[in-house]
C-alpha cells in the first residue's frame, strides 16, 4: 500500500487514510474571532442595565452597599424607580440605593421574591429597547450620511460605490480607520511639492469595546447617615427666650 504523510503504517482501516481537517477548524476559529471582533460596543446605557439584572441575580438582598448608600431621601437625587421606600423602616430611598443591596438604615431586604421577579422582568425589556432604539438611530445616521453624500459630486462610479455603505453596513466598515492616505505638501522654502503616505493607527472594535468597559462610571455626591446621637438642646430660659442654647457664639440684636 502506498503510504502518505497522514496514513499510519500499522493501520488497515481505511478511515486512518483521510487527512484531518485541521484547517477547516483554524478557518472556522478565525470566522468566529472576526465576528467576535465586528460586534458594535455597547453603549454606557446598555451595560448599565445589563450590570444592574445581572447583580440583582446574583444578589441576596442582605448585604449593604460597600458604598454605604445614600441619606437624602429623594431631596438631592431622583427617587428610587425599583425601591422608593424601605418597608421596614420607612427610609426614603433614592436612585443610588441599588435593589440589590439592603436598607442602608436598618439592614433589611427592600424587595420580595415577586418584585424582585418583576423588576428582572422590566429590565429585560429596557435593555431590548435601549438597544432596538439605538440601532434605529444607527440606521438612521447611515441613511442620512448615504442622502448627504449623494448630494455631492463623486469622483468616479467606482468612489460613488465604495464611499456608500450598502445594506447591513455600516460607516467603519465602509470606511477603514487604517486605510493609507496620499498627503500632498507644499514646501515654503523650497516651493516645491511633497507627496506622502500617511496611515493612521488602526483600533479595533475590541479596542474600543475594553477602553468603554474600563471607563469608571461618575462618582456621585452622597448625603452619610445621621449621627447615632441625636443633639438636644435645654429648655430656654424664661428671662432670655432668644438665648442661643446650642453653645454658638450668637449675639441678640434688639429691633
Known amino acids: 500500500m502506498h503510504h502518505t504523510a497522514w496514513t499510519k503504517k500499522t ?42 439584572r445581572d ?16 441619606f437624602c ?5 431622583p427617587l428610587s424607580l425599583y425601591n422608593p421606600i424601605c ?15 439592603a436598607c442602608p438604615h436598618c439592614g433589611g431586604i427592600l424587595l420580595l421574591p415577586a418584585a424582585r421577579d418583576m423588576i428582572l ?30 448630494a455631492f459630486p463623486t469622483l468616479s462610479a467606482a468612489a460613488s460605490r465604495a464611499g456608500t455603505p450598502g445594506p447591513g453596513s455600516d460607516a ?5 480607520v ?14 516645491k511639492v511633497k507627496v506622502s503616505s500617511y496611515t493612521p493607527p488602526a483600533v479595533s472594535r475590541a479596542a474600543s469595546t475594553e477602553k468603554i468597559n474600563k471607563e469608571a462610571e461618575p462618582e ?6 445621621p449621627p447615632a446621637e441625636v443633639v438636644c438642646s435645654s429648655a430656654p430660659d424664661p428671662r432670655r427666650p432668644w438665648a442661643n442654647t446650642r453653645g454658638l457664639s450668637v449675639s441678640y440684636v434688639p429691633p
Open 11 to 52: 493501520s488497515s482501516v481505511p478511515s486512518d487514510w483521510i487527512p484531518p481537517k485541521a484547517q477547516a477548524h483554524a478557518v472556522s476559529a478565525k470566522s468566529k474571532g472576526k465576528q467576535k471582533d465586528n460586534a458594535l460596543p455597547k453603549s454606557k446605557e446598555v451595560r448599565k442595565l445589563e450590570k444592574l
Open 121 to 150: 422582568q422590566t429590565l429585560e425589556s429596557r435593555i431590548a429597547e435601549t438597544i432596538a432604539k439605538e440601532e434605529e438611530e444607527r440606521q438612521r445616521a447611515i441613511e442620512e450620511a448615504r442622502d448627504a453624500e449623494g
Open 55 to 70: 447583580d440583582l441575580r446574583k444578589a441576596s438582598g442582605r448585604d449593604k452597599d460597600p458604598k454605604g448608600g445614600c
Open 220 to 225: 456621585h455626591k452622597r448625603v452619610p447617615a
Open 87 to 101: 418597608r421596614s423602616c420607612g427610609l426614603i430611598l433614592c436612585e443610588l440605593n441599588l435593589p440589590n443591596f
Open 73 to 77: 431621601q429623594a431631596r438631592m437625587h
Open 178 to 191: 487604517n486605510q493609507t492616505h496620499k498627503v500632498l505638501s507644499l514646501d515654503s522654502k523650497t516651493r
Open 172 to 176: 467603519q466598515s465602509s470606511h477603514p
